[in-house]
């Protein structure tokens, strides 16, 4: 009997070295892309100073932003990691090399990254921010210790602040359940203030995502060249030649070379619309999914989503179709991803925070920062929401509040929806339109004549005579 007890110690504690070895060896290979991007983006002449300390300050600082951006790619990789994982038990349920991938080790990746999200929300970033503003306490011998401890003092303060806030709206909610939880400070305040955040990152996503899928279209257009319509490619290409040269002898500089042009006709009339399709199909499957989540709400109280202590990964698939199926899933969950950071760095409101290669100053890699995490961090209740994936959520995202509220996840489902539909249909409209005009020459009308102005009839009349 106490052979077998020392064995499954043994084993425990095996499985436990093997996991904090994939985690570390994870969160390293993490760390040093984010530094790089980081490096890629930031303003050189702030690390190389005359003055050492504020070098020393603006390092440390570095180092706390790129532990937050390592956090915020980990947190959108949660999601599609567990679900591949499944997939890989489910195609070798008895290879000895993946037995690895087990719910103990998914299940702690994702206790990681919730605590290490709300760890840099609440405490990295801010010490961060307050770290480089600051300059020591008055009479206080200046250098690097006398910034730390006014960062510190700037931040207990906060801290209070804040949960003094807390206090108050959990008083104005739930009377009696503040009152009993007064000095019940982690397993009551710290939830409800992670659930305040979450909640706020999933309606930032709302607002994002759907803004996001229409830009898309225009993002990718602008990288790609489009097929030229109706329209002599030699005879454009002669104009750009002689505007070329033309700008060429008024500036005395190098020559602008543009090649929008001279791509091959596989490039301009497969690439583009391929590229084009493609994204139709992806925001198309998105509303779908969507849509028929709504349903199951409707109908089946198991839509909703939940928490989970116990991932079971290998037992079925977390999609109806299969291994294709889920790899649909990440797909979506991680175009998803991208459409919100575009359309949160197209919104009028957050396009000054646009990074900018060698030009971006700490204050703005520090937002960048937690504006990444807010969105990462609530990519998996997002994408839960939404029906996305029944992949349910683990740890400590399965616990916020509004969860459980019907009325909050119907309506949340049904906006989504709509604000899609509408921006794509908008999108998609005006697209159309803005290529008919050019295709057939109506761009160079005068500027007095306004786009809504032309008729769609005159459109078709124009181009069937420029076909014949």
């Known amino acids: ?54 070098a020393t300050v603006n390092k440390i600082a570095l180092w706390l932003c790129t532990f937050t951006l390592s956090v915020a ?26 037995q690895w991938l087990n719910g103990s080790l998914i299940h702690g990746l994702w206790n990681l990254v919730f605590l290490f999200s709300n760890l840099s929300l609440v405490f990295l970033m801010p010490f961060a921010y307050f770290f480089t503003e600051s300059e020591g ?11 730390v401890y006014e960062a510190v003092v700037l931040l207990l303060l906060l801290a209070l602040l804040v949960l003094g806030i807390v206090w108050v709206a959990s008083a104005l909610l739930h009377d009696n359940i503040a009152r009993k939880s007064l000095y019940d ?28 899928l229409s830009r898309m279209f225009s993002v990718t257009g602008s990288l790609l060249v489009k097929p030229r319509l109706l329209e002599d490619v030699e005879d454009t290409l002669s104009c750009t030649t002689f505007e070329e040269d033309s700008l060429y002898r008024k ?6 070379t543009i090649n929008t042009f001279l791509s091959s006709p596989w490039q301009r009339n497969l690439g583009y619309p391929l590229a084009m399709l493609m994204l139709l199909a992806l925001t198309m499957m998105c509303v779908l999914m969507v849509c028929f989540n709504v349903l199951e709400l409707l109908l089946d109280e198991t839509a909703m989503p939940r928490g989970m202590e116990d991932p079971h990964l290998g037992m079925a698939s977390f999609s109806m179709f299969g291994s294709l199926g889920a790899a649909v899933q990440v797909v979506l969950i991680l175009y998803l991803m991208v459409s919100s950071v575009v359309g949160f760095y197209s919104s009028p409101l957050f396009t000054s925070l646009m990074p900018r290669a060698q030009d971006t100053n700490l204050t703005q890699i520090i937002a960048n920062c937690v504006s990444l995490l807010i969105l990462s961090s609530a990519l998996p209740v997002f994408s839960r929401t939404l029906g996305i994936t029944r992949f349910d959520l683990l740890g400590d995202y399965g616990r916020y509040n509004w969860l459980g509220n ?37 761009h160079r009308l005068p500027l007095t004549v306004s786009r809504s102005t032309i008729p769609f009839r005159l459109l078709l009349a124009s181009g069937l005579s420029k076909i014949q």
């Not at 790619?73 to 993946?98: D, G, H, K, R």
């Not at 982690?186 to 999933?202: A, H, K, Q």
């Not at 500036?251 to 602008?256: G, S």
């Open 137 to 147: 306490f008055a009479g206080s011998k200046k250098g690097v210790m006398a910034r």
């Open 73 to 98: 790619v980990c947190a959108v990789l949660l999601l599609p990691i567990s679900i591949l994982s499944n997939e890989v038990l489910l195609t070798f349920p008895q290879s000895y090399y993946m």
């Open 185 to 212: 400070l982690w397993e009551y305040y710290l939830p409800y203030l992670y659930s305040g955040i979450s909640l706020f990152g999933v309606l930032l996503l709302l607002l994002c995502t759907p803004f996001g």
């Open 406 to 442: 019907f009325y909050i996840v119907f309506l949340y489902n049904m906006m989504f929806a709509g604000l899609t539909s509408a921006s794509l249909i908008k999108t998609v409209t005006w697209a159309v339109q803005r290529e008919l005009i050019r295709a057939f020459g109506l």
């Open 1 to 54: 009997m106490e052979t077998d007890d020392v064995s499954v110690r043994e084993q425990l504690f095996h499985n436990r070295v093997r996991e904090t070895i994939i985690c570390v060896l994870l969160f390293t290979c993490l760390y040093i892309v984010s530094y790089l991007i980081l490096t890629h983006f930031k303003k050189a002449a702030e690390f190389v100073t005359d003055d050492i300390e504020d």
């Open 251 to 256: 500036l005395n500089c190098e020559c602008i």
